[in-house]
Nanobody, 124 residues
Framework: QVQLVESGGGLVQAGGSLRLSCAAS????????MGWYRQAPGKQRELVAT??????YYADSVKGRFTISRDNAKNTVHLLMNSLKPEDTAVYYC???????????????????WGQGTQVSVSS
């Protein structure tokens, strides 16, 4: 199907910046939406930002601080995180939704894939 690999997490002090990247690979026909979610310890996974070819969406908690961008030719998505706060600490997951080409029948099928997650830790 489609695999996603994230990179760029780490430990940073409050006020600092990090850039996350996510690359999609496999028998991709098209990707409609790419996005970032996060899950802090003891909390549910929440949407951070999404991007289509026309629009971007940000959660209120990250508006003005985070910027999502996409390279359609490379099937990659990035999340630039500025002015990081301790409450941004979480495992960040990449998600992609689109169509892939099945191996045997060469048909188009829907996919929704997740990356393995990358830890972002912000110290106060």
């Amino acid at each position: 199907q489609v695999q996603l690999v994230e990179s760029g997490g780490g430990l940073v002090q409050a006020g600092g910046s990090l850039r996350l990247s996510c690359a999609a690979s496999g028998s991709i026909f098209s990707i409609n939406v790419m996005g970032w979610y996060r899950q802090a310890p003891g909390k549910q996974r929440e949407l951070v930002a999404t991007i289509t070819k026309e629009n971007t969406y940000y959660a209120d908690s990250v508006k003005g601080r985070f910027t999502i961008s996409r390279d359609n030719a490379k099937n990659t998505v990035h999340l630039l995180m500025n002015s990081l706060k301790p409450e941004d600490t979480a495992v960040y997951y990449c998600n992609a939704v689109g169509l892939y080409i099945t191996t045997m029948s060469k048909r188009l099928e829907d996919f929704s894939s997740w990356g393995q997650g990358t830890q972002v830790s912000v110290s106060s």
